[in-house]
């Protein structure tokens, strides 16, 4: 067999190789994460809870409480926390159980409550972790919703930093 020949082999079978492997990532495509807040629209919020902390949308500009009376909160603050939850998704389930809550510390007792509030009702009921039983801080930080059990890992955008595991 000649080189020239064989050279035409091998670049046809690197040729069907590539393709494969084009075909292979199209295919084996994984979904999405899910988001961690469905249907939220920063602009919709009207009201933050967060632990004690209660903060209110007044004539467009953000106001919070403190012993009583409200001052005015830095809006664009506000409003980019507001945008980092609406676009942060959800990462790997650690427990589905409720009675891991406490060791995830997004029981009662640990949890810091994040709502936020519209005209109409809730957007968003959180509890956020205070650390993560591996030590982690970025990537330990642990969420519930209100009415579900699972315990998951942010992926990215809690802190403004992704989770250490994949983005």
Known sequence: MSAERR??????????????????????????????????????????????????????????????SWFPADTRKVEAMLRTLSGMTAGRVASKSRSDWATFQVDAANAAPLRVESGSGTLVDLYVGKTSSDGGVWGGAQRRGGGDARVRRPRRGWGGRPSAGRR
Request: aromatic letters at 6%.
């Open 7 to 68: 050279i035409a082999i091998l670049a046809g079978v690197f040729g069907a190789l590539a393709v494969l492997y084009v075909v292979g990532l199209l295919v084996g495509r994984v979904p999405p994460p899910p988001v961690v807040v469905r249907d939220f629209t920063a602009s919709a919020a009207q009201r933050i809870v967060v632990g004690s902390t209660h903060l209110r949308k007044q004539a467009g500009s953000w106001q919070v409480s403190i012993g009583g």
